[in-house]
């Protein structure tokens, strides 16, 4: 692949741990056309960085997310993963075997943490490991208070899931998703749903993790709190198509300036999401009827 096809060019000794190429996802709808929801997404994740994904309802990121774990195949593009183990692997040409063997170095914090609510905290973390490795059940039990130590969650090993605060089913499912020792970490609004403080704590949590275990991050969320602490380098979306992609301060730049400084109306559509505004090009300019058909029918589909 020549840098002609790298939206800033490689310049860093290893290659970008994943390429997303011209990604293009489309929707059939009862009522009509197919909609687009991912319409030629590009960019790519450095290995060890954090990299958030972010944008309003409806624009395509959780869809996005859904592409690069290989649960949503794609109209058009391709996703290519660079992995030591596996070499060079394009996750949307990959047969069932490639596809397996690539998801063993994903770990995967959903948004509800997904934990099995028959198995205890123990035993949720404990699955990846029975079920994807030969590993010893002694070493298993260590490896699993290793994890739980690593979140804080030892003391509650025993507990089952109902008996867990929102907080703490996500630090459970952080240790499950970290379980195999992946290569790359993936979050699904892990602030989602939680008061400020655990917020905050699960930040810390995962920028702790990120360093200790050396892992490329990628965080979706649109919680904006929450990405300027933890973020490297932030892509935005709108309307299934990336409208910047930076390192955080270039980010920071746009939402600490004056409203009224921005020429582009992609700077000034930032500017407004950034700040979390209820005015702006996000909300007027189609008009609040045609903002409104756009979101409800596009959360449909791309959530």
């Known amino acids: 692949m020549s840098d ?66 290989g649960e949503i195949q794609p109209a058009g593009g391709r996703i290519v993963y660079h992995l030591p183990e596996l070499g060079e692997v394009d996750l949307c040409g990959a047969n069932d075997v490639q596809r397996n063997d690539l998801r063993k170095q994903f770990g995967i ?19 990846p490991l029975r079920e994807h490795s030969h590993v010893d059940p002694t070493i298993i039990d260590i490896v699993v208070a290793m994890k739980l130590q690593q979140v804080h969650m030892l003391p509650h090993r025993d507990k089952f899931p109902s008996q867990l605060s929102g907080g703490q089913k996500k630090r459970a499912g952080l240790a499950r998703a970290t379980a195999l020792d992946p290569q790359i970490l993936y979050y699904d609004e892990p602030s989602a749903g939680l008061d400020p403080v655990t917020s905050t704590a699960i930040d810390e949590l995962i920028m702790s ?5 050396k892992v490329t991050s990628i965080v979706v969320t649109h919680e904006m709190d929450s990405a300027f602490r933890i973020a490297d380098r932030m892509v935005m979306l709108d309307r299934g198509r990336v409208l910047r992609i930076g390192p955080r301060h270039e980010f920071e730049t746009i939402r600490d300036a004056a409203p009224d400084s921005f020429e582009t109306r992609e700077e000034q559509l930032m500017h407004q999401f ?3 505004n209820a005015s702006g090009p996000l909300t007027e300019s189609d008009g609040p009827n045609e903002y409104e058909r756009i979101l409800l029918e596009s959360s449909t589909f791309a959530r």
């Open 274 to 276: 950034l700040n979390g």
């Open 209 to 213: 993790l990120s360093g200790k275990l």
């Open 4 to 69: 002609s096809d790298t939206p800033q060019g490689d310049t860093a000794a290893r290659p970008p741990v994943i390429r997303v190429r011209d990604l293009v996802v489309r929707y059939e709808t009862p009522r009509g056309p197919a909609v687009t929801v991912l319409d030629g997404i590009t960019f790519d994740v450095e290995c060890g960085e954090t990299l958030v994904i972010m944008g309003g309802s409806g624009c395509g990121k959780s869809t996005l997310l859904n592409c690069l774990i």
């Open 109 to 127: 914090l959903f948004q509800s943490g997904a934990l099995f609510s028959s198995l205890t905290v123990a035993d949720n973390v404990a699955l």
